[in-house]
C-alpha cells in the first residue's frame, strides 16, 4: 500500500465554548454559488426552504463534485470540507448542549465550485473502535477505503433513523446539510477508486492490498445500496461504484494507449511508413507490457473478491486500441501505410503469441472486431486501390531497367550454372502472400491485379527486348530461364488459380526459343550451300556446320535443363532437315562412282551428327534414320532393294510426301518403269502413313513436312509423273 498522503490541515471546527454561527440558508448558498460570492457568516437567518430546495442545492454540488473528481482525482483531498471532517481524538459534543447543538453546522463556504460545507462533529460513541481517532477523510486520504465506508455507513445509517423518528422535523435544512456531508464524502471515496486505478499501471503501480480493499469495496457499496429506496431518499440511492471502477479502467487504458505516441503521420509515403511502423510497435509493446501486468499482477489481486479485473482490463485496452487503430486508419496514406494496419490488427494484435505467453492470448471469440467491419473493408479498398498503381508502377520499372541495361551492354550474369536475369518479376507472388497472410479475399483480390498487370506486362517486355539491339544468346536464355521459373513458380504457389498466366508465360518463351534457334540457322545456314557439291565429296564441309552447333550448345548449359534438351533437339531436328533439303536440291548432278562416292559421304556425314548431337545430350533419336535411308537409295546397287529402302523411310517419317520421293528417285536416276513400280509402291505405303498421322501416332515427328522443294525440281517432278503415266 502507498504511504498515506499528508494534507495541509484547514481552519479547525470551532470550539463549543467560541460563540456559535448563524447559519445560512440553503437558497442563499444556492444564490451564493451562482453569483459566485461566498455566504455572510454573520447574515440574519430569515427564511426556512423547504427539504427540496436543499435537494436541489444537493444535486448541483454532487454533479459539481463529480465532475471535479474525474477531472482531479485529488479534488476530495485538498477540499476544506475533508478537513472539516478532521477532529482531535479529545474532541466531543459540549456538555449541557441539545441534540441540535451538537449537531450544528458551520457556515457554507464553495471554492472552486464544490461544497465545503462543515461536517457533522460526531463524538465517540459514534465512532467504530477500529477507527477511533481519525475522520473520514483522514481515512480517505490514508485510503484506509473500507475504514471510511463503514463510518460513512454508519452516519448514512444514523441519519436514516433520525429522519425515520422526526428529528429534523423543525429543521429539515440540517438533515439536508448532514446528508450532502455523507454524499459528498462517498464521492471522495468514487474519486479515490478512479486515482487508485489511474495509477495501478504507473511507474510506481499500487500494491496488491489496496487494489484488494478497492474490490471489497465496491462489494460492500454493493451490498449496502442493492436497489433504489422506495421512498427515493437520496442518500440511500446505489453509488454504481463498480461501473465506475470500469469506467476508470476504460479511462485509463485510452489515456495510456493515447499517449504511447502523439506523434502524427507525415504526409511523405515513406517517411510516414517508417513512423507508423514504430509507433504500431510501440503501441504494442505497451499494450503487451500493460495486459502481462494486470494478468500476472493486478487480476490476483482483484480476483479474491470476485472482481473479472482481467476481462475488463482486456476490453478496455481492446476498445482504446481500436480507437487509436481507427485514428492511424484516417491518417494513412499509400500502400505501405495501409498494409502497415492491416497486417498489425490481423498478424501482431492478432496473433496469439501477441502477450508473450500462450495461457495470455486475446480473448478472440468475446471481443468485438478491432476494427469494424466498414472500415476493414475501406481499408482493403484503399489498399488494393494503391496496390494496382503500385504494381503497374513496379512492372514499368523492371522495364525501364533492363533498357537501361540494354543500353549499357550489360551482360547477364551466371548464378548455379545458370543465366540469371535480375529482373524481379516474382513480385506477382510476394504481394499475393503478403495479401494472404491478411485475408483470403485481400489475397484474390491481389491475386486477379497482379494477373492482369503481368499479363499486360509480358508482350510489351517479350517487344520491346526483341527490338533492341540487346537480342543474345546469354540474355535470351536468361530470360527463357525467368519466365520459366516463374510460370512453375506461381502454378505450384497458387495451384488452380493462375492457369490464365501460364499461357502468355508459354508464348513468352517459346518465342525466346524461336529467336535462339534463329540466331544459329542465320550462323549455319549460308555453309549449307556448300553440301552436296562435288568439293563436298573431297572436303569436309560439315565439320563448320557442327563447330558452330557445339558453340551453340555451350550456351544452352546455362538454360533451364527441361528447356535447353527441347532447344537442343530443334536443333538436331534442323540440322538434320537442311541437310536433307540440300540433298534433294542438288546444285549438282552425281553420275556413276560420283553417286556413290556422294552416298558414302552422307552416311559419314549422319554419322557425324548423330555422334556429335548424341555427345550434346539430344535424345532425339528418331532423327538418325533420314539421312542414311536416303544415302542407301542413292548409292544402293541393287535396284530391287530400293522399296525397301522407301518403305522404311516412310515407316520412320510418316510426314514424308510424294513429291519427296519423287524427288530422292529423281536422284538416281531410274528406268520409267522401275520409277512407276517403285512410286506405286510407296504410294500404298504413304496412304497408311497418312492413317496413321490422322490417328496422331506420330504427330510429334515432323521432319520432311518442312522442306520446300523449289519450283524447278516441282516441274522436274511433274516431267517425271507425266512419263510414268
Known amino acids: 500500500m502507498l504511504s498515506p498522503r499528508t494534507v495541509t490541515p484547514g481552519p479547525e471546527l470551532q470550539s463549543p465554548k467560541e460563540p456559535e454561527l448563524k447559519t445560512q440558508t440553503p437558497a442563499q448558498v444556492t444564490g451564493q454559488i451562482s453569483s459566485g460570492k461566498e455566504p455572510n457568516a454573520h447574515q440574519e437567518d430569515t427564511t426556512r426552504p423547504g427539504l427540496d430546495t436543499l435537494k436541489r442545492a444537493f444535486s448541483w454540488a454532487s454533479q459539481k463534485a463529480s465532475q471535479a473528481s474525474k477531472e482531479d482525482p485529488g479534488w476530495l483531498r485538498r477540499s476544506s470540507l475533508f478537513r472539516s471532517f478532521r477532529r482531535t481524538p479529545d474532541e466531543g459534543p459540549a456538555a449541557g448542549h441539545s441534540q441540535g447543538a451538537a449537531t450544528a453546522k458551520e457556515p457554507c463556504v464553495f471554492t472552486d465550485g464544490v461544497s465545503q460545507q462543515a461536517s457533522t462533529r460526531v463524538g465517540p460513541g459514534d465512532l467504530e473502535p477500529e477507527a477511533e481517532g481519525k475522520s473520514v477523510a483522514d481515512l480517505i486520504t490514508e485510503r484506509q477505503l473500507l475504514a471510511a465506508f463503514e463510518q460513512l455507513r454508519y452516519l448514512e445509517t444514523k441519519l436514516v433513523t433520525e429522519k425515520a423518528s422526526r428529528t429534523f422535523e423543525q429543521d429539515p435544512t440540517a438533515f439536508a446539510r448532514r446528508a450532502m456531508d455523507v454524499c459528498l464524502h462517498y464521492d471522495g471515496l468514487a474519486a479515490e477508486i478512479g486515482a487508485i486505478v489511474r495509477e495501478t499501471l504507473g511507474p510506481e503501480g499500487i500494491d496488491q492490498a489496496a487494489l484488494a480493499e478497492v474490490a471489497r469495496l465496491v462489494r460492500a457499496e454493493e451490498e449496502a445500496h442493492p436497489e433504489l429506496p422506495a421512498d427515493g431518499d437520496f442518500l440511500r440511492t446505489p453509488r454504481h461504484w463498480r461501473q465506475h471502477w470500469e469506467d476508470a479502467v476504460r479511462r485509463s487504458a485510452q489515456e495510456r494507449v493515447q499517449r504511447s505516441d502523439a506523434r502524427g503521420l507525415t504526409s511523405e509515403p515513406d517517411k510516414g511508413a517508417s513512423d507508423l511502423a514504430q509507433l504500431l510497435a510501440e503501441l504494442g ?52 501505410q495501409l498494409y502497415l494496419l492491416l497486417d498489425w490488427a490481423a498478424n501482431v494484435y492478432g496473433s496469439p503469441d501477441f502477450l508473450g505467453a500462450p495461457d495470455l492470448a486475446l480473448l478472440t471469440e468475446p471481443l468485438p472486431p478491432l476494427l469494424a467491419p466498414d472500415v476493414w473493408a475501406r481499408l482493403e479498398s484503399d489498399y488494393t486501390s494503391f496496390l494496382e498503381t503500385k504494381i503497374t508502377s513496379c512492372f514499368e520499372g523492371i522495364l525501364q531497367l533492363e533498357q537501361n541495361r540494354w543500353a549499357a551492354g550489360e ?38 491485379i497482379c494477373a492482369r498487370a503481368l499479363r499486360l506486362f509480358l508482350p510489351r517486355f517479350e517487344k520491346s527486348f526483341l527490338e533492341s539491339e540487346a537480342v543474345s544468346e546469354p540474355h535470351l536464355g536468361a530470360y527463357i530461364n525467368a519466365f520459366e521459373e516463374l510460370r512453375t513458380s506461381l502454378l505450384a504457389r497458387f495451384p488452380g488459380t493462375l492457369e490464365e498466366l501460364e499461357k502468355p508465360l508459354v508464348s513468352a518463351t517459346c518465342n525466346f526459343q524461336k529467336h535462339l534457334l534463329q540466331g544459329l540457322q542465320h550462323d549455319v545456314q549460308p555453309l549449307f550451300g556448300a553440301l552436296n ?155 497408311a502413313a497418312t492413317e496413321a498421322v490422322g490417328s496422331g501416332t506420330a504427330q510429334d515427328r515432323v521432319l520432311f513436312g518442312e522442306i520446300e522443294l523449289s519450283t524447278f525440281r516441282i516441274q522436274l517432278i511433274t516431267c517425271i509423273q507425266g512419263s510414268l503415266a
Open 533 to 687: 557439291t562435288k568439293s563436298w565429296l573431297t572436303q569436309d564441309t560439315l565439320h563448320p556446320i557442327m563447330d558452330k552447333v557445339v558453340a551453340f550448345a555451350h550456351h544452352l548449359k546455362h538454360v533451364t535443363p527441361t528447356l535447353a534438351k527441347e532447344t537442343l533437339q530443334e536443333v538436331h531436328r534442323y540440322i538434320v532437315r537442311e541437310y536433307l533439303a540440300q540433298a534433294l536440291r542438288p546444285r549438282e548432278r552425281f553420275r556413276g562412282v560420283e553417286r556413290v562416292n556422294g552416298s558414302q559421304k552422307m552416311n559419314l556425314d549422319a554419322q557425324a551428327i548423330s555422334d556429335t548431337f548424341q555427345g550434346l545430350g539430344s535424345e532425339a533419336t528418331w532423327l538418325n534414320q533420314a539421312i542414311p535411308c536416303v544415302a542407301e537409295i542413292l548409292g544402293e546397287s541393287y535396284k530391287d532393294d530400293i522399296g525397301q529402302h522407301l518403305e522404311t523411310l516412310i515407316q520412320s517419317y510418316p510426314d514424308i510426301r510424294q513429291s519427296h520421293i519423287l524427288a530422292i528417285l529423281a536422284l538416281r536416276r531410274l528406268s520409267r518403269r522401275r520409277n512407276q513400280s517403285l512410286l506405286q509402291h510407296a504410294q500404298d505405303r504413304l496412304r
Open 285 to 336: 509493446g505497451l499494450v503487451r507490457r500493460d495486459l502481462q501486468k494486470v494478468r500476472l499482477v493486478v487480476q490476483p489481486a482483484y480476483a479474491a473478491a470476485g472482481f473479472p479485473a482481467w476481462e475488463t482490463y482486456l476490453r478496455a485496452f481492446h476498445s482504446a486500441v481500436a480507437q487509436r487503430l481507427q485514428e492511424l486508419a484516417q491518417a494513412a496514406r499509400g500502400c505501405e
Open 411 to 448: 551482360a547477364p550474369e551466371v548464378l548455379q550454372g545458370l543465366y540469371h536475369a535480375s529482373l524481379s518479376i516474382d513480385l506477382v507472388a510476394e504481394h499475393v502472400k503478403a495479401a494472404g497472410a491478411i485475408s483470403a479475399e485481400l489475397e484474390a483480390t491481389t491475386l486477379r
